[in-house]
């Protein structure tokens, strides 16, 4: 498969899917909502900078890893994921090509947090 961006060809294993791991690819303490006015480790930069951006430019899964961050602050996490929906993508399209994954049992919590949020943020784009 030709990925358009040389930057997510990097990320993508080629086994149908691309893998990004928060901490390691995008910061160890991701924090705030906006970008640049909540600072350089927002949802809204991860949002665009990897989900949006691959989402985007291939029809691949693609798998986040939550393991390694410090924590994951709700804006952070609502718009990261719950941003996605306001940018268009369906509920289906994200349950279909997006996989959240932790082996840290304490941040189990936080993948059922960004399902719920993609959720109120469909329901409240049906209203």
């Known amino acids: 498969m030709d990925l358009p961006d040389p930057e997510l060809s990097e990320k993508f294993n ?11 690819d995008f910061s160890r ?26 989402l985007d430019e291939s029809e691949e899964e693609i798998k986040i890893n939550l393991d390694g961050a410090v924590g994951y602050p709700s804006s952070f996490l609502e718009e990261a994921f719950g941003g996605l929906v306001r940018d268009g993508f369906t509920l289906e399209v994200l349950k279909k090509r997006l996989s959240i994954t932790t082996t840290e049992a304490r941040k189990n919590r936080y993948i059922a947090q960004i399902w719920q949020y993609i959720e109120e943020a469909k329901d409240k784009a049906v209203a």
């Open 14 to 24: 080629g086994g149908g899917m691309m893998v990004v791991n928060i901490a390691e």
């Open 29 to 54: 303490v991701p924090a705030g909502r906006y970008h640049p006015k909540d600072g350089n480790r927002t949802g809204e930069r991860f949002r665009n900078e990897f989900l949006k951006k691959f």
